[in-house]
């Protein structure tokens, strides 16, 4: 059996009103992502990658077009029933972590259990195990700031997996590491690769597309490449 | 997965918990915010506290005087007062009440039912070589009933004393104690200048009201030893001299206090008016004052209702202050926060959920210094009473209300932040620096 579609992306177009000016982010972009893939986005700097990543995480709408996740069309959703999506089926890695500074690391594991309603106990057991599996399971009551950029983007990787995702997206998730720390994220990403997981990793480096299995480069907001290795 | 309603017990605990993190990351700027809140609560309470006291010990002593009482009293008229500081030889100065005024009153105002005259001598009081400087009053047998001051050991004296010009008398505890130090005083005897009296009776102590200690309720009253009205005519005639350096002074007054009851409440003010144009006819001086110890509880409770109202308009003032200070440094938090309330909406939290949080983290807020204020305006009327002897009470709804009114205060100067918290765009908000 083939494997499913779950990202479904129909003549998307983003514009944005910056006062008289229209800036057109996308302008019709057309994408099908199975499960599993693993995924670069690549391209110049204002080409619409980070746009892309917005509406595929339910984060925005599409101005124009149709967006199904999975069998679900959520181009015309509101904002809870996104939000809920975004808990459920989505998981978000950022180029500065982005973790909550007055959370310890297993609190800011369990924040999109906490959103789903799940109970403290069944988190706090869910974010241990992923912290472990990210190797930090020893420094689960630490807080973010002891920890170094790598360490913290692992913290992350362990967020975005802990609400078990159909897809997981980053945005330059090695951008602010060093290529030692940033070759231990990747080596991550590869695992979960392995595991079965969806990855779709917008960067710029091409070290890092070459690991993946599917190049899309963008420019002026539109796919110019879409290679399947 | 387990889910539960998203306002659960357990949820708001979470929340709660979670606000507590928050607000501890910024303890000082927590504190210094909410500090508003702290002295507007507190001075509200403490004065209130103090304010109560005050008029609770005022409507004592109004109560002890009798509702039903209008009192009359002799007063030295002004112009001679001056005469006499100017004049170094010796007069002798009528003034005040008199019998015939009495029995004035007694024939013409329906409304009197009793009469209790009375007559007042400053004098020293001797059980041998103990003394007590004391007001000795002569006075009639229904004086402890009539002026709400009973009677603690022994008795009063009778009709038969009065007639019999008997030599007893009736003491006050205060000087009871301190003349009679061992043993009861009842069955003793005291000595004034050169004439005996025998004790028959003890007072209960006067103005001694909960918190204050026996002493310092002894220390505050003065002495007072009562003497049937005809002994004391007997005895010490009309005349008073008062001896000063370098002059005597004479003064010749009949009765010094008069006290009488109305038959009901609602004559006493009407009847105060008659007994005043009825003196006033046959004095010629302003030698007498009236005192309606029904008008001075009316009054007194018009001040305490005065005070009240200003004191909840500083109250007012001082939490809407408390209020917009929470909520200048909740906006400032959200703006600060921003990328967390990004994150947070990334993750699956909804417009809601970031409601709650921030408006949770304003109520605890507010809700500590409320609560910080009650500890410090209940501290503060215990020490003061402490400290400076001042009677204070707290009422029970007073801390009550401070605390349920800063919750709220809470409420609504948070709901502003923590609806902008929640209408921020998710894309925005993360790429916020
Ligand atoms: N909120 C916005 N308002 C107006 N214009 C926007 C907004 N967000 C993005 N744009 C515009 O859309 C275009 C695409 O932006 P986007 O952030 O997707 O680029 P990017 O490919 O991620 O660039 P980079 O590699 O620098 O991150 C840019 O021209 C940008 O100026
Ligand atoms: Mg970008």
Same mark, same amino acid.
């Given at each position: 059996?083939?494997? @499913? ?12 009103? =910056? ?107 869910? @974010?241990?195990?992923? *912290? ?9 009551? !630490? ?16 967020? *975005? ?29 590869? #695992?979960? !690769?392995?595991?079965? +997981? ?5 960067? !710029? ?14 420019? #002026? ?9 | =997965? ?23 990351? !910024? ?7 909410? &500090? ?10 403490? =004065? ?93 047998? $229904? ?16 009709? *038969? ?44 102590? &006067? ?6 200690? #026996?002493?310092? *309720?002894? +220390? ?161 009327? $215990? ?13 029970? $709804? ?36």
């Amino acid at each position: 059996m083939a494997p @499913a579609s779950i990202v479904r992306l129909d003549d998307v177009h983003k514009t944005y009103q =910056m006062g008289a000016v229209v800036v057109e982010a996308l302008r019709g972009v057309s994408l099908e992502i199975l499960a599993g893939e693993y995924i670069s986005i690549m391209g110049p700097s204002g080409c619409g990658k980070s746009t892309l990543l917005n509406l595929l995480g339910c984060l925005d709408r599409p101005t124009i077009g149709r967006y199904l996740l999975g069998t679900e069309d959520v181009s015309h959703m509101d904002d809870d029933a996104l939000s809920a999506i975004r808990g459920a089926r989505l998981g978000f890695i950022f180029q500065s972590y982005h973790l909550i500074q007055q959370l310890s690391v297993v609190e800011n594991i369990e924040i999109p259990l906490y959103y789903q309603g799940c109970s403290e106990a069944e988190g706090r057991a869910r @974010a241990t195990e992923l *912290a472990n599996r990210v190797g930090l399971g020893h420094r689960l009551e !630490h807080k973010p700031f002891e920890l170094s950029g790598g360490q913290q983007q692992r913290v992350a990787i362990a967020r *975005a997996l802990v609400n078990d995702p159909l897809v997981i997206l980053a945005d330059e998730p090695t951008g602010n590491l060093d290529s030692k720390s940033g070759a231990e994220i990747l080596e991550l990403f590869d #695992d979960l !690769h392995t595991q079965g +997981k969806t990855l779709i990793l917008v960067t !710029h480096d091409d070290e890092v597309s070459r690991r993946t299995h599917r190049a899309i480069r963008l420019r #002026d907001g539109l796919v110019e490449t879409d290679v399947r290795k | =997965m387990n889910r539960s309603p998203s306002l659960s017990l357990e949820r708001l605990r979470r929340t709660v918990r979670l606000g507590l993190k928050s607000l501890w990351l !910024h303890r000082l700027r927590s504190l210094l915010t909410v &500090l508003g809140i702290v002295f507007g609560v507190c001075s509200v309470i403490a =004065m209130l506290a103090i304010g109560e006291g005050a008029s609770y010990e005022a409507q004592e002593q109004i109560k002890n005087l009798g509702s039903q009482n209008i009192i009359l009293r002799s007063v030295k008229p002004p112009e001679a007062q001056k005469i006499s500081e100017k004049n170094t030889e010796s007069y002798i100065l009528s003034y005040g009440l008199t019998y015939a005024d009495l029995r004035r009153i007694q024939s013409t105002i329906p409304g009197v039912t009793v009469v209790v005259p009375g007559r007042i001598m400053r004098e020293t009081v001797w059980n041998i070589s103990r003394f007590a400087d004391c007001e000795i009053v002569g006075t009639v047998p $229904w004086y402890p009933e009539m002026r709400n001051h009973p009677v603690a050991e022994g008795r009063f004296f009778s009709e *038969a004393d009065i007639i019999q010009s008997a030599s007893v008398c009736v003491i006050g505890a205060e000087m009871a104690d301190k003349l009679f130090p061992l043993g009861s005083a009842v069955g003793g005897a005291v000595r004034v200048k050169g004439d005996y009296y025998r004790v028959i009776g003890i007072m209960e102590a &006067l103005g001694k009201a909960p918190g204050k200690s #026996d002493a310092d *309720a002894r +220390k505050n009253t003065t002495h007072r030893m009562f003497i049937p009205l005809e002994t004391a005519r007997m005895r010490y005639g009309e005349v008073l001299v008062k001896r000063r350096t370098g002059s005597s002074e004479v003064e010749k007054v009949q009765l010094h206090e008069v006290t009488l009851k109305v038959a009901s409440r609602e004559e006493v003010v009407n009847v105060s008016l008659a007994v005043k144009d009825l003196l006033e006819r046959n004095h010629k001086k302003q030698d007498f004052e009236i005192v309606v110890p029904i008008e001075l509880l009316r009054r007194e409770e018009r001040t305490k209702q005065i005070f009240n109202i200003v004191l909840g308009s500083i109250a007012a003032i001082s939490l809407l202050v408390g209020g917009i200070g929470i909520m200048n440094i909740m906006l400032a938090s959200v703006t600060e926060r921003t990328r967390e309330i990004g994150v947070r909406r990334a993750l699956g939290a909804k417009r809601r959920d970031i409601v709650v949080q921030f408006l949770v983290e304003t109520v605890m807020l507010s809700a500590a210094g409320g609560l910080l204020g009650v500890a410090l305006g209940v501290a503060i009327p $215990w020490v003061v009473s402490y400290a400076a002897g001042l009677k204070t009470i707290i009422t029970f $709804w007073s801390p009550i209300l401070a605390f349920t009114i800063s919750g709220l205060v809470g409420v609504i100067f948070g709901i502003y932040p923590a609806i902008r918290a929640a209408s921020m765009d998710p894309v925005e908000a993360l790429r916020h620096e």
